[in-house]
Nanobody
């Protein structure tokens, strides 16, 4: 059974940094696209960042470009989201997702992802 487990969330202040991790078990997703999404109360889930199976291609939401970096370590079956210069608007539950679609692509729609983690809370105080 495939499981994605996020870690690294927490309570930080404006301007601080956090690094989220997403460990995949029960299957090998070292060649599959992965992504991070977030959802805050009263809002729809939104795409944050995505990475291709090789790690050679990435995409970011405009709201996080220049501040967040997605990466992966295929040997460890783990994806990461480095978040710098955090703002209160970044407060949300962050979830990682893995796709079974084409290896070397980055997908934005959540429907392209077939496996999801439970999420980790990130709270940024002003």
């Amino acid at each position: 059974q495939v499981q994605l487990v996020e870690s690294g969330g927490g309570l930080v202040q404006t301007g601080d940094s956090l690094r989220l991790s997403c460990a995949v078990s029960g299957g090998t997703f070292s060649r599959n696209p992965m992504a991070w999404f977030r959802q805050s109360p009263g809002k729809e889930r939104e795409f944050v960042a995505g990475i291709s199976g090789s790690g050679g291609s990435t995409k970011y939401a405009d709201s996080v470009k220049g501040r967040f970096t997605i990466s992966r370590d295929n040997a460890k079956n783990t994806a990461y989201l480095q978040m710098n210069s955090l703002k209160p608007d970044d407060t949300a539950v962050y979830s990682c997702a893995a796709s079974t679609l084409v290896y070397n692509a980055v997908y934005v729609p959540s429907a392209a992802y077939h496996y999801w983690g439970q999420g980790t809370q990130v709270t940024v105080s002003s």
